[in-house]
């Protein structure tokens, strides 16, 4: 009688891909029981890791201020109870700006949480390291900065067009040609063609004037684009594989790469490479203004709000969280920056590591709701009324010069709430606004996409 997979089986071996291998070779060898035993000690397999039987605590920074709030709220909450059995989670929190990204149990925009010796890409997501960088610009007149800005960046799809592209430093080439995850021509090739390139959805270019100088400033929102978005699905993939032998309990969006491993060295060294290329994608981007208007910077700061944060065996996961404490950033230079609308303030904070904060604050710009239900409660006006009525006095524009009313200030939770709960639960203190003047985003991308156009022209 043949050696086959249900004998492995009945031997205490959780189906793997070595399996395959491993019954031929029993069977062309004619193995008895004892060899069997003996040959199959290399495939011993870890034991199981099962999930918390009660969710791990959380702090919860967030409360509903409004009727309409109170679904949202109820969702974070309980999609934080379901995460927070994940196994090798220990402590987390809730942010004010919170909202849910999708099924329940997966890591809400606006909660961090701590992994002991372990990553999760899935609490990072697609957009890794999305980030926000400040330049000075001085007395510099806020039209002029708008303006400037407006000829250099680029929104939407893809990357620059050939003969536009910003320069990738070599030496950021090299370091990814050396990593396991990074080192593939393809992802490298789309990494130099999104230099200088911000994307779509919430992603923005935004000026304003300091309210302690007044002095204008330029503040940029993007992540990593494409070679980010291409490490997460290299990274998720690495880390099922893991889940499936580790602790197939746990939902594949929480699926993580243990740290002292061979794979998760690598993937923590491509966290780190992907975050310098997303801070050299947002100084190309400020240097090019600052080269327009032919002047000098009078200060910059810059800091991440989507990424992991490494303290000893501990990683820290902020879905939408911004780092306050200076162990989280190498590099840093200053305080740290949170965005909540085009019509409001980009606050200045600072702040220390206390049980409520983990040593994170908000990142500014949750939702009640989906953009979807946002375009249906004002499907009663038309898209010129409602910019209209949101954008008076700002200098709004949008690079498709297709108006996006799910990205106007009525699209997010109210700034006031969020900045109120900000002092409410102590996370971190205010130094300065950047008070609104100007803002550029993509606009809807969809609308009159080229390939939409190349459909209709088939048609007609």
């Known amino acids: 009688m043949e050696f086959n997979g249900n004998h492995l089986i009945e031997l205490g071996y959780r189906p793997a891909k070595w399996f395959k291998d491993a019954i031929s070779y029993i069977n062309e060898n004619n193995l008895n029981e004892h060899q069997i035993a003996e040959y199959l000690v290399q495939f011993k397999q870890p034991d199981i890791i099962p999930l918390h039987e009660t969710a791990k605590d959380f702090m919860i920074n967030i409360r509903a201020e409004h009727e309409s709030e109170n679904d949202n709220v109820e969702k974070v909450i309980r999609t934080m109870k379901v995460l927070m059995k994940t196994p090798t989670l220990i402590g987390g929190a809730i942010m004010p700006d919170a909202c849910p990204t999708g099924p329940e149990g997966q890591i809400p925009v606006g909660g961090v949480v701590i992994a002991k010796n372990a990553i999760h890409p899935g609490f990072h997501s697609a957009d890794i390291c999305c980030s926000v960088m400040l330049t000075d610009f001085g007395k510099t007149n806020p039209k002029e900065v708008l303006d400037a800005a407006h000829s250099v960046t680029h929104f939407g799809y893809g990357g620059r067009p050939r003969g536009e592209q910003m320069p990738m430093s070599q030496e950021l080439m090299d370091a990814f040609r050396e990593n396991e995850f990074l080192n593939d021509e393809k992802l490298i090739s789309i990494a130099r063609s999104h230099m200088g390139t911000q994307g779509d959805g919430n992603h923005f270019l935004f000026v304003g004037i300091s309210k302690n100088t007044g002095n204008t400033m330029m503040i940029t929102h993007h992540g ?58 947002h100084t190309s981007l400020h240097d090019a203004v600052l080269n327009k208007l032919e002047m000098e910077k009078e200060n910059r700061y810059w800091n991440e709000h989507n990424f992991v944060f490494k303290d000893g065996d501990l990683f820290y996961h902020a879905k939408g969280a911004t780092p306050l404490d200076d162990k989280f950033m190498p590099d840093i230079t200053g305080p740290r920056l949170i965005p909540l609308n085009m019509a409001e303030p980009v606050l200045i904070v600072q702040g220390k590591t206390n049980e409520r904060n983990l040593g994170f604050a908000p990142h500014g710009a949750g939702r009640n709701f989906s953009r979807s239900q946002h375009k249906r409660s004002l499907a009663h006006k038309t898209t010129e009324e409602i910019f209209n009525e949101e954008t008076e006095g700002l200098d709004i524009r949008f690079y498709s010069n297709e108006v996006d009313i799910s990205e106007l200030p009525s699209a997010y939770k109210s700034a006031k709430n969020v900045r109120a709960q900000i002092e409410e639960y102590g996370l971190c203190e205010v130094l300065d606004e950047v008070m609104p003047y100007g803002c550029i985003m993509a606009g809807d991308v969809e609308k009159n996409a080229p390939w939409k156009r190349k459909k209709k022209f088939r048609k007609a």
């Open 224 to 281: 990593s684009r494409a070679p980010g978005a291409a490490l997460y699905d290299k990274g998720m993939k690495t880390a099922n594989r893991f889940r499936q032998e580790l602790s197939p309990e746990t939902l594949k969006e929480n699926a993580w790469i243990p740290y002292d491993t061979e794979e998760g060295k690598s993937y923590w060294e491509a966290l780190q490479l992907i975050r310098q290329w997303t801070k050299e994608n």
